[in-house]
């Protein structure tokens, strides 16, 4: 007769394993990179209306000679003022939850909300901003590897059937100096923010390769494009700011600008907030909520006043 017996201390049903991690693991995000590049506007806030007027002084063109002859008068010249407006709206999103789910579960519930309710206003922050540089009245659409054209009435009417690459930087950044006289930024450099995509196409151009096999050679491995021709590129691959347009998808799209490009009116800078407790205190919720919006500064194609060229498709 055996002296011990073995029994299940679970008769019936499965095993099941109750052990939860306390390391939380996070959907990883697209990147921000557009609110970096916008001017706030320091005299407008609370207590100012819903709306701000831009005045914008258009530069006083060259004469043929300003040569004087003795006893005539010195010639006038016009001075022209255009304004632009910018209202503002409000904006936000929250997310409920219950006292009931937060006594309940293992994990700091209101703290994971308010994280990915920052995550969230950060993003439509991003394609806020990059909807106001779209706006830009210069379209630009690369139609083959060496062919691109220009559309100046805010709307890109032909496909784009060709990627953003070396020769086309060099034509929008010609026309922005050259036919626009779009200033530079501080560093005297103009900038571009490029879906993932467009610059893929600048890093398989040969002329690129070609040119940094001597200058940087590293740039390739290191994933770096650099300045090229006065133009500091940034990647981005938040999809709802900067898309894959054109012809199967063929470009990346993006953005090229200098100085004033786009301004931001701020009556509530974005933040979280808390509901108050509804139900005795049963039921929560946590918002993000601000009151702004995003405008060109100049919004036309005029020479000395155009200054985002934005790089699409119809």
Known sequence: MAQFQWQFDAPSGTFKQHALSRELYWKALENSVFMDHIQPIPSFGKGKGENVTLTRISSISEPTSASLTEGERIPEDSHSISTTAI????????????SLAE??????????????????MRLVMDTKAATAFK????????????????????????????????????????????????????????????????LRGIKRDPAWEEWHKYTDP??????EIGRIENIRHIETNHANALAKV??????????????????????????????????????????WYGILEFGLIWDTANAGEARVVHVTSS
């Open 246 to 287: 054109g012809t199967g998808s063929v470009l990346g799209e993006g953005v090229v600008f200098g100085a004033d490009g786009v301004a931001m009116a701020e009556v509530a800078t974005p933040e979280l907030r808390a509901a108050m407790p509804g139900d005795f205190g049963r039921s929560k919720a946590v918002a």
């Open 103 to 120: 006594d309940l579960s293992f994990l700091n519930l209101q703290n994971s909300i308010q994280r990915r309710l920052r995550d969230q």
């Open 135 to 198: 706006t830009a009245k210069v379209k630009y659409i690369p139609t083959g590897l060496a062919a691109g054209t220009f559309d100046t009435d805010g709307t890109a009417s032909t496909s784009a059937t060709a990627n953003w690459n070396v020769f086309h930087i060099e034509e929008v950044r010609d026309y922005m100096f050259d036919t626009l006289h779009v200033p530079t930024l501080g560093n005297d450099d103009y900038v571009a923010i490029f879906r993932t995509l467009g």
């Open 87 to 98: 209202t503002v709206v409000e904006i936000g999103r929250a997310v409920p939850y219950t």
């Open 218 to 223: 590293q740039a390739k491995f290191n994933n």
